[in-house]
């Protein structure tokens, strides 16, 4: 029991809670890639697994666990339930923004991820946490120790193992990847080190392909010119985002309460699918520096897979606030706050001659560009404009004259929108939607 603490002096109540992960001594640098995407996480280097952070604990207890489980998240007997102290948290994570700040990209990587967690081909769930004077603190329990606290749920990294699902995602990834150059376009990010990353989804570029989000308007016109199946992208990907999020609230149901506060009929159509996610990114081998994305809302999943066959070295994805980092497996899911927490995977090293590959899908919500859609729609409304025919307005205009007038009726009537656009609107997406509770 070297490796247990005495919770107390993180939480406040007398509990000896744990700081390891158990069964997992090592940290893993690498996986081997077989068929069908199919890996296998190995610990080459033998460094040993470091300790939870202070703020960080283990609920050892399976009891404990369900408890803290029951209505918000489906526990299985192997998973890690973690209790995160939230003012902590917040206090570490300003420390990994200056950190961000004040040192190179590698820089960062070596002072924030050396001492993080691996938690690699394990399902975790993460509770935030914050004193409650006022809770319950029955005894009804064999054991009260989150007496006079409060959880929510802070984040989880799942692993899909449901292989219908996952062929599934899988193959339609494969289709999107098939169509790159038709229906996608590649933008820049993190410009030091001119990392691609191939978008999707729903922006203001749906009604003008030059003036905003350019990155966008090779799908735009994919849909203009496709002759057979002019949907055939936003089927795609709503197949795609579907498949992800069905998986996500399967073991997460407390989430679909965050659907029921962006889903409406105001932002209908300019969601993927039936999700409330309105932009999905997808990127191959690729590094991406540690970073926060303000414009998100509070929700945002990355699901990771593999193709060819061979070993894959290193490429952590890492959240330093929560002390926790792993390589992706198989299929792994990571569902966070993008907007509040920094993330970031480090770079990938793949031996010359093998074929192995990862993938890695962001889905989430831009919450500017959904705004400024439904605000469109209602100045529109309002105007008596049709949307398609601003649409084909744009799609047709050549030259600069005709261009600018379609941006210039489109910020107007944006504008229109944004008086009957609902107050709080926006301010919901940030809402995580998910509520805190006393123990008791």
């Known amino acids: 029991m070297g490796n247990c603490l005495n ?42 697994n470091p300790l939870l952070p202070s703020h960080i604990s283990r609920i050892e207890s399976g009891r404990t666990a369900a408890v803290l489980a029951d209505g918000r998240f489906r526990l299985a007997s192997s998973d890690i339930v973690l209790v995160c102290n939230e003012q902590a948290m ?14 190179t990209p590698e820089q960062a990587f070596r002072l924030l991820f050396d001492d993080l967690v691996d938690v690699t081909d394990e399902t975790v769930f993460l509770l935030l946490s914050k004193e409650t004077p006022m809770a319950c603190t029955s005894t009804s329990l064999p054991t009260s120790i989150l007496a006079g606290w409060s959880t929510r749920l802070g984040a989880a990294i799942l692993q899909v193992d449901n292989q219908e699902r996952i062929s599934s995602i899988r193959s339609n990834y494969q289709n999107l990847i098939t169509l790159d150059t038709k229906i996608a376009s590649r933008i820049k990010r993190f410009d030091s080190d001119r990392r691609q990353f191939l978008m999707t989804g729903h922006c203001l570029i749906l009604t003008d392909q030059k003036a905003v989000s350019p990155g966008y308007a090779a799908a735009v016109r994919f849909e203009h010119e496709a002759e057979f199946h002019p949907s055939l992208l936003s089927d795609l990907l709503g197949r795609i985002a579907d498949d992800v999020w069905a998986e996500v609230l399967a073991k997460i149901p407390e989430l679909a309460a965050f659907s029921s506060c962006v889903i409406s009929d105001k932002t209908r159509g300019y969601t993927i699918g039936k999700t409330l996610f309105n932009i999905m990114s997808l990127t191959k081998n690729l590094k991406v520096p540690l970073h926060t994305d303000i414009n998100d809302a509070h929700w945002t999943l990355v699901i990771w897979m593999h193709g060819g066959v061979g070993p894959i070295l290193n490429g952590w994805f890492g959240i330093p606030a929560l002390g926790l980092r792993f390589l992706p497996t198989t299929m792994t899911v990571a569902v966070f706050n993008a907007a509040a927490l920094t993330h970031g995977t480090t770079e990938c090293s793949i031996p010359v001659g093998t074929s192995a590959c990862r993938f890695g899908s962001s889905h989430f919500l831009r919450m500017p560009d959904l705004a400024n859609l439904v605000c469109l729609r209602l ?17 047709s205009a050549r030259l600069k004259s005709a261009k600018d007038e379609v941006s210039a009726l489109r910020a107007e009537l944006i504008a229109a929108g944004k008086a009957e656009m609902l107050n709080g609107s926006v301010e919901a997406w940030k809402d995580p939607a998910v509520q805190w509770r006393a123990w008791s």
């Open 7 to 48: 919770a107390s002096l993180s939480f406040g109540f007398r509990v000896v809670m744990c700081r390891y992960i158990p069964n997992h001594p090592y940290v893993f640098d690498q996986v081997s890639v077989s068929t069908d995407g199919l890996t296998v996480a190995i610990s080459a280097c033998q460094r040993l």
């Open 90 to 103: 917040l206090a570490k994570e300003e420390s990994v923004r200056n950190a961000v700040r004040n040192n």
């Open 379 to 395: 100045g529109a409304q309002s105007s008596g404009i049709n949307l398609q025919e601003l649409k084909e307005m744009a799609a």
